[in-house]
């Protein structure tokens, strides 16, 4: 099931390559990645709402050097893998609409990244899992150089150097884990526990290469480069599923390998969080170009997302699990509203905009929304996933929880000054005005409706997300031992409630 | 000497003995039809002698390891260097098949050498003495030298003979004087008899030291560490391409050989003292190796200085000189011998369409990616298994190593050859990105895709390569366990 479901792309993409023709390889491509959103949901139906790993498979890969193919899925990387299987129809559909050039290879980077990304929330073997990380550079350097905009060489050679760069001490780490405890296998390795020393020196290997693909500040600065200059339907895909990759490594294989060293980098690594946060705020402000803006605005949520991951406890880090959910739908889908625009204006200056509402009403009332989730209006998703990270931040530190609020208040400040450039105001620019700009057509609206549906759910029904979430994050050791931590930061005197007897989530309601 | 001495176990030196035949076979239908032209008759029975000589190994492979007359030895990393040696060698004359006027007018001499070099070669491996070792290093060196001046009206080629015959005659003389001092200090020239006599405080062990220096820069030279690696990009670039292609993975493969066997088999109990040399040498040859090809402009000098750097790598595993690290070098050269020999051959291909006849620079190869898109895929491939992306199969050819080096302790050595893999992506990448992100701006608009500049074989070569490089990534297992380290 996890393999059909991690390898169904690849055949798409090598079908798209052998298809004699465009308008063939489109809907070969849109096929299959519709038909890995349906396998992927198919996971839903038998889920049990448990702590372990589901749809296990295991095989021998390298038996003699103990590597197994071993794919499992659990709370944290469930709604992931669906995220990324909603994601990539959509993305492929406006490709479809607007990639000129080379559309097959396009086509089949984009299928072959759907595989990688799968193979990363899936894999359970360090080894599998570093081959699946590497191998997710590629496409997306590909699709950056080859199909973005001016700066788009220099932007792609940054991209995967310094990723890659990232992830080589990551290696390191893994081969050393293997000779302390004789397996690359995540659970097994969990098990065994690993002495303090080691725990200290490999979590800063890995967290190296977390921190760049999240990006953590200060490791950000690939990203506004990577995210202007790439395509729409990857600056989707990057934006919407990529920087998962850190958040998700961070809660996969930092947390339950290396709990010591988790908490004793915990404050450091919420500090930097918390300077994204503002950071990256303040600098979306100041940008003039929508596409920088909505760029520089996925440093401060995944900020958001690393503090709710380091509050070590069961909301933070079940908020952050939402919150990368919330966070690859509302991010995707403003880079997809705009490319839209861009597809219709060729400019993506706030200035050449201004007073849309009169001109696009659809689009701007998509806008809106959109808008309004990524900064976390109550009753749609991103105030769900935003409330549940500070209260966990609160539980472990008041502090870090006042400035996680402030990042929360700049973050409406910045999308609400994004969406007066662009909508409201007067229309002054003639090439904006009504017929001469098209509204959204049908096929643009099937790409954001089931987005913005989601939306409204996420935000009303909360509780069908967490309650496939929590197990598995209560499950994780530094939830079960809370940290009392030896820094000033942390607030010691709180002990949360024992947690084993009583999985179910309360707090909300 | 007792002939049935001379026969028993000669089953060890089977495929040697299978290609010296091919080679006199050969040269006696080149002196019949001598004044014929073209030379694809001389070309296609050196392929099936090659295949005859797989053949020959494979036949041998599996049986318990057996020595011939103290001098050659069929153990698992013999055949599984010898393997690596044969495959190079069967491609580097698909390679020549590309009607290069002057092996066409010569086949015959370029042929029996490329045979004879082979056969050189598969003994160093074999080799457990260290006359046998020497003959065996004389014999590929001298055939090397006579075919990296093969195209004798290029200057530069007949540059990179010279060039390598004195400096290669001069690091023989260290081998040859290293090898006496050995000899001496071990009272045997046979390595398990060196080892026992040292092992047991026995012999010179003052003349140990000078030997295993000596002999350093004998083997230093072949497989190009640094600093005995100059005359390598002077080399590579004026040889004949498919020169260059079978040597850079042959000679590698070859010294790499019998520079494990001595240090493994003669010199164990010296490996406390002998390491940290090595290892020193190791992130000298792997660090000037990548920092001097990020800043060649042309494509053989970039893969000769991104050969240096995999030397260093290989070396890495000599320094943890477990069986482990042994045969993670046989499956690294394995794994090479396909992502390297393919690079060099759509390097032929784009230097007859971009380049002079012998060398292209890297910078011509702007959007051949739209003229060509199946080369540049395959170039594309190869680089980045050559950088070590997963899953190719230079991933885990340095995975392998790495994993026996951190296995043996050698933590620090194992960081440094990971940052030097990032920093090997730079110059691989650049390629890629030459080749598929810029805009060829001679040529504008002309999209259309052209007819490919390779010959048949050419393409065989090719395709032979990615699938090879495909399957060794996914399926890394099947050939780890096939390839066998020293003392399993």
Redo the contacts between chains.
């Keep these: 099931m996890l393999s059909t479901l991690t390898f169904l792309p690849v055949v798409g993409a090598i079908v798209v390559l052998l298809a004699p023709s465009d308008s063939l390889k489109k809907w070969l491509a849109f096929g299959a990645t519709i038909a890995t959103f349906v396998v992927s949901l198919l996971l839903l139906p038998g889920w049990q709402e448990i702590p372990d790993m589901q749809f296990v498979e295991r095989y021998?890969?390298?038996?003699?050097?103990n590597?197994y193919y071993h794919l499992g899925v659990d709370g944290i990387s469930l709604w992931l893998v669906l995220l990324t299987t909603l994601l990539m129809p959509i993305a492929v559909a406006f490709s479809n609409q607007h990639i000129k050039q080379n559309l097959g290879g396009f086509l089949a980077l984009m299928l072959l990244m759907e595989t990688a990304v799968l193979g990363v929330f899936l894999a359970l073997d360090l080894?599998l899992f570093?081959?699946f990380w590497?191998?997710s550079?590629?496409p997306m350097?590909?699709l950056i150089?080859?199909w973005g905009s001016q700066n788009?060489?220099y932007a792609?050679?940054k991209f995967?150097?310094y990723t890659?760069?990232g992830s080589?001490?990551m290696?390191?780490a893994i081969?050393?884990l293997?000779?302390n405890s004789g397996t690359f296998d995540l659970l097994a390795l969990q098990e065994a526990g690993l002495p303090p020393g080691l725990q200290q020196l490999a979590f800063l290997a890995f967290a190296l290469a977390f921190a760049i693909k999240v990006p953590l500040f200060p490791f950000h600065t690939w990203l506004p480069d990577a995210h202007v200059e790439a395509p729409t339907a990857g600056s989707v895909i990057l934006a919407g599923v990529l920087l998962k990759l850190g958040t998700y490594g961070f809660l996969r294989f930092a947390l339950p390998l290396f709990p010591v060293a988790v908490s004793d980098y915990a404050s450091l690594i919420s500090i930097l969080a918390i300077v994204g946060i503002l950071y990256g705020a303040l600098v979306a402000l100041a940008q003039r170009d929508l596409k920088s803006l909505v760029a520089y605005s996925s440093v401060a949520p995944m900020g958001f997302i690393v503090l709710g991951i380091f509050a070590l406890n069961e909301q933070g880090i079940s908020g952050a699990v939402l919150q990368m959910v919330n966070h690859g739908l509302s991010t995707g889908a403003l880079f997809l509203m705009v490319g839209m625009l861009y597809e219709r204006r060729h400019t993506r200056l706030l200035k050449d905009y201004g007073g849309l509402w009169a001109s696009v009403p659809v689009f701007s009332f998509f806008f809106l929304v959109v808008a309004m989730s990524s900064a976390g209006l109550p009753g749609l998703n991103g105030f769900v996933g935003e409330f549940t990270i500070l209260l966990g931040t609160y539980k472990s530190s008041p502090i870090f929880a006042v400035f996680g609020t402030a990042g929360v208040i700049l973050a409406a400040w910045y999308l609400l000054h994004a969406f007066r450039q662009v909508a409201q105001g007067a229309l002054t620019n003639p090439a904006n005005f009504k017929g001469k700009l098209p509204d959204l057509n049908w096929a643009e609206i099937g790409q954001l409706l089931p987005v913005v549906l989601l939306f409204f759910a996420i935000g009303l029904a909360p509780n069908f997300f967490l309650d496939k979430i929590n197990p598995s994050v209560a499950a994780l050791e530094v939830v079960q031992t809370p940290v009392v931590g030896d820094s000033w930061l942390v607030d010691s005197s709180f002990v949360p409630p024992p947690t084993s007897g009583n999985l179910s989530w309360t707090s909300i309601h | 000497m007792d002939t049935a001495l001379l026969f028993d176990n000669a089953v060890v030196l089977l495929p040697e003995l299978v290609l010296a035949v091919g080679v006199m076979v050969l040269m006696l239908v080149d002196i019949v039809r001598r004044g014929q032209n073209g030379s694809q008759l001389l070309a296609n029975m050196s392929v099936v002698i090659l295949l005859l000589g797989i053949g020959a190994s494979l036949m041998i492979w599996g049986r318990a390891p057996v020595e011939y007359l103290d001098g050659a030895v069929s153990d698992g990393f013999a055949l599984s260097v010898r393997l690596v040696i044969l495959i190079a060698g069967v491609l580097g004359v698909f390679l020549s098949r590309n009607n290069f006027p002057a092996i066409e007018r010569q086949g015959g001499a370029f042929y029996s050498l490329h045979l004879l070099a082979v056969i050189g070669m598969m003994l160093m491996g074999t080799a457990t003495n260290l006359i046998v070792l020497f003959i065996a290093l004389e014999i590929f060196s001298l055939a090397l030298y006579i075919l990296s001046g093969f195209y004798r009206d290029n200057p530069r080629s007949i540059e990179a003979a010279m060039k390598y015959f004195l400096l290669g005659a001069f690091a023989s003389t260290f081998f040859v004087y290293g090898s006496a001092l050995l000899y001496g200090a071990g009272g045997s020239a046979h390595y398990a008899r060196i080892h026992e006599t040292l092992a047991t405080g026995g012999g010179n062990p003052s003349l140990v030291w000078p030997g295993i220096a000596l002999l350093l820069v004998g083997f230093g030279f072949k497989v190009s560490l640094v600093p005995f690696h100059m005359w390598t990009p002077d080399v590579y670039q004026g040889a004949p391409t498919p020169v260059t292609a079978f040597m850079s993975v042959g000679t590698k493969a070859a010294a790499f050989a019998g520079f494990f066997r001595v240090m493994m088999t003669a010199l164990p109990s010296y490996h406390d003292q002998w390491a940290m040399p090595l290892a020193i040498l190791a992130v000298l040859t792997m660090t000037v190796g990548n920092l001097t090809a990020l800043r060649q402009s042309s494509v053989k000098r970039m893969l000769a200085y991104s050969g240096i750097a995999h030397a260093g790598n290989i070396l890495i595993a000599l320094v943890a000189g477990t069986a482990a690290a042994s045969s993670a070098a046989a499956f690294y050269l394995f794994a090479y011998a396909f992502m390297n020999v393919g690079a060099f051959t759509v390097t032929i291909a784009l230097e007859k369409q971009y380049g002079n006849e012998n060398d292209v620079e890297q910078s011509r190869l702007a959007g051949a990616a739209e003229r060509f898109p199946v080369l540049a895929a395959a170039m594309a491939i190869f680089m980045?298994s050559l950088s070590g992306?997963?899953?190719l199969a230079g991933?885990f050819g340095k995975?392998?190593v790495?994993?026996a080096a951190?296995?043996a302790g050698w933590?620090w050595l194992?960081?440094i050859g990971?940052?030097n893999?990032?920093i090997s992506?730079?110059y691989y990448?650049?390629i890629v990105?030459t080749m598929?992100?810029?805009q060829d701006e001679e040529i504008g608009d002309g999209k259309e895709p052209l007819p490919l500049p390779a010959s048949r074989s050419s393409v065989i070569v090719v395709v032979v390569s990615i699938l090879a490089v495909v399957v060794i990534g996914l399926q890394?297992?099947l050939w780890?366990?096939l390839l066998r380290g020293l003392g399993q």
């Design positions: 021998a890969w390298m038996p003699d050097l590597i080894v570093y081959v590497e191998f550079l590629i350097a590909f150089g080859k788009r060489i792609s050679i995967f150097l890659l760069a080589a001490l290696l390191v081969l050393a293997y000779f | 980045l992306i997963p899953p991933f995975f392998l790495f994993k951190l296995e933590a194992v960081v990971v940052l893999s990032a992506a730079y990448l650049r990105v598929y992100f810029q890394p297992g780890a366990d």
